[in-house]
């Protein structure tokens, strides 16, 4: 076999960027970085502080003297059951990832490969919540959980939540990219519609169901607004209230209102730095073919 080659063929060159243009892409994400890392660098370099040396004047970003008293502190008040708010806001958390999960998928694989009538209306609806604030909704579902007797009870907590409007999106918008010969090769064998949903579609969502899952434990560890209004037994309460427990019963104490924020910020960071590339990997996914 003959094998032609053009004779004025070269590799195209590639542009290279300008080593100034790098060194000021490389100073403005520093610069990004810093920004964004200077208010938990602040918070916990104030934990480490003793109390008289957070009220100084100047004061001080590093600590002088280093103390770990707010933190043991703390840990050996009898009157926070440290523990049972990790519990508290672990059940939550998971409980509430667990369902959003599973309606979300469920909700986004309906919406992708099944048609029927006020398909796009019903869609549009789901869209429309999430232009929606929480505090709009929040009485009613406030209202609702005294009609269902779920004050002031863990469960109040996950119920609400679901539904999520953005999950379903996110599922709907991967599971339409799925070829339909997969599906219909499934029926064809025999498989019900929820065997093709549990054995043939959610086998492929692996990054958008851990960046849902991720986002979904993130939001609900750092919720206080909601558990605030709803938990009202001091045993019940989440690590965020935690916060509020201590600003309302310490005062002008902020070595022990920023180490209680560095316990609260501490999991979900870790959570984060772990789960990072899920999150970029399903949202990079989600929508390309």
């Not at 232009?131 to 109040?156: E, T």
């Not at 969502?205 to 209004?229: K, R």
């Not at 209230?241 to 902020?254: A, D, E, K």
């Amino acid at each position: 076999m003959a094998t032609v080659q053009l004779a004025n063929s070269s590799p195209i060159p590639r542009r290279s960027r300008h080593p100034l243009t790098r060194s000021a892409v490389y100073a403005v994400l520093l610069i990004g970085l810093a920004v964004t890392l200077l208010p938990f660098i602040w918070i916990l370099m104030t934990s480490l502080k003793p109390a008289s040396e957070i009220v100084r004047i100047p004061p001080t970003f590093f600590p002088e003297q280093w103390t770990f008293n707010s933190y043991q502190t703390i840990f050996n008040d009898p009157k926070v059951p440290l523990a049972r708010f990790y519990l508290n806001s672990l059940l939550v958390s998971v409980g509430r990832v667990v369902i959003t999960l599973f309606t979300s998928s469920l909700a986004g694989y309906i919406f992708a490969k099944f048609a029927f009538r006020g398909k796009n209306v019903l869609f549009g609806f789901i869209l429309v919540q999430l232009m929606i604030p929480f505090q709009v909704v929040m009485i009613p579902a406030y209202l609702i959980l005294v009609q269902l007797r779920l004050i002031d009870s863990l469960w109040g907590l996950v119920i609400p939540s679901m539904i999520d409007a953005f999950g379903i999106f996110l599922m709907r918008q991967f599971i339409s990219t799925f070829p339909n010969d997969l599906i219909d090769a499934a029926r064809i064998d025999g498989a019900s519609e929820f065997g093709v949903y549990a054995r043939v579609v959610m086998p492929n969502l692996g990054a958008p169901l851990a960046t849902l899952g991720i986002f979904t434990f993130m939001a609900t560890w750092n919720d206080y607004l909601w558990p605030l209004i709803v938990i009202t037994t001091h045993e019940k309460r989440t690590l965020p209230l935690l916060l509020t427990w201590y600003t309302s019963q310490h005062g002008q104490r902020y070595d022990l209102t920023m180490a209680a924020s560095i316990l609260v910020l501490l999991p979900i960071l870790v959570a984060y730095i772990f789960f990072q590339r899920w999150i970029v990997r399903g949202i990079a996914l989600t929508g390309m073919k």
